[in-house]
């Protein structure tokens, strides 16, 4: 499960070079600015998500659910899997492994390119060409499909796509890496401007009985 986390927390922004996205699509960018718009005038944000990921073949290799706990405008977010947990308070990571009871700890550096949860909706505005794809049928309705490739030309993920409902959210993200292993995060539900503790971004080591700490700063 550590790839999956990897893909969904910390994705490096890189592509190969497409002539069609040699410029940035006004179509697209009329959609991806409402969301942004709708993002930054949240005070919180709270999403149950699936993420899976499938192989070069198609091949299902791992399915998890999760909740996404964020402060649009910040770095602050918590992206909990159940065996596994990552927090931020815009400073300091926290990476939490239940399972061998062992926390690592790193600083954030707010110029990577990096990509994090608190990120996502708001990815396009730098370092992106963009081109509206078109809309797709799901059960909720149809989602606007914009497809984004980062400027730089030398990291494993090459293309992502976005699928984005009529009320201006996020339904579905994929990432492709050069591999041909493909992420797929849906969002199932969200909650909105609902109260949330800075305590949530946050590790507190005496919560957790004996657990390594290993600090990577």
Same mark, same amino acid.
């Given at each position: 499960?550590?790839?999956?986390?990897?893909?969904?927390?910390?994705?490096?922004?890189?592509?190969?070079?497409?002539? #069609?996205?040699?410029?940035?699509?006004?179509?697209?960018?009329?959609?991806?600015?409402?969301?942004?718009?709708?993002?930054?005038?949240?005070?919180?944000?709270?999403?149950?998500?699936?993420?899976?990921?499938?192989?070069?073949?198609?091949?299902?290799?791992?399915?998890?659910? %999760?909740?996404? $706990?964020?402060?649009?405008?910040?770095? *602050?977010?918590? #992206? /909990?899997?159940?065996?596994?947990?990552?927090?931020? /308070? %815009?400073?300091?990571?926290?990476?939490?492994?239940?399972?061998?009871?062992?926390?690592?700890?790193?600083?954030? /550096?707010?110029?990577?390119d990096?990509?994090?949860?608190?990120?996502?909706?708001?990815?396009?505005?730098?370092?992106?060409?963009?081109? $509206?794809? %078109?809309?797709?049928?799901? *059960?909720?309705?149809?989602?606007? !499909?914009?497809?984004?490739?980062?400027?730089?030309? /030398?990291?494993?993920?090459?293309?992502?796509?976005? $699928?984005?409902?009529?009320?201006?959210?996020?339904?579905?993200?994929?990432?492709?890496?050069?591999? %041909?292993v493909?992420?797929?995060?849906? #969002?199932?539900?969200?909650?909105?401007?609902?109260?949330?503790?800075?305590?949530?971004? !946050?590790?507190?080591?005496?919560k $957790?009985k004996? #657990?390594?700490?290993v600090?990577?700063?």
């Open positions: 499960m550590k790839r999956i986390i990897t893909a969904l927390t910390f994705i490096a922004i890189s592509c190969l070079s497409i002539n #069609v996205f040699a410029q940035k699509d006004p179509a697209a960018n009329a959609i991806l600015t409402k969301v942004s718009q709708k993002y930054r005038s949240l005070k919180s944000i709270k999403a149950n998500f699936s993420l899976t990921l499938n192989a070069a073949n198609g091949k299902v290799m791992d399915v998890k659910n %999760g909740v996404l $706990y964020a402060i649009p405008g910040t770095n *602050k977010f918590k #992206v /909990d899997l159940g065996d596994q947990q990552i927090m931020s /308070d %815009g400073k300091t990571q926290w990476t939490y492994i239940k399972s061998s009871n062992e926390v690592q700890v790193s600083n954030v /550096d707010p110029s990577s990096a990509i994090n949860p608190s990120k996502l909706f708001t990815i396009y505005e730098k370092g992106f060409k963009y081109i $509206y794809a %078109g809309d797709t049928k799901s *059960k909720s309705g149809n989602l606007s !499909t914009i497809e984004l490739t980062p400027e730089k030309n /030398d990291a494993k993920i090459f293309k992502i796509k976005l $699928y984005i409902k009529k009320s201006n959210d996020i339904a579905k993200a994929e990432m492709f890496e050069k591999s %041909g493909r992420y797929t995060y849906n #969002v199932s539900s969200s909650e909105l401007n609902k109260p949330i503790s800075n305590d949530m971004f !946050t590790f507190d080591a005496k $957790y004996g #657990v390594e700490v600090d990577l700063r």
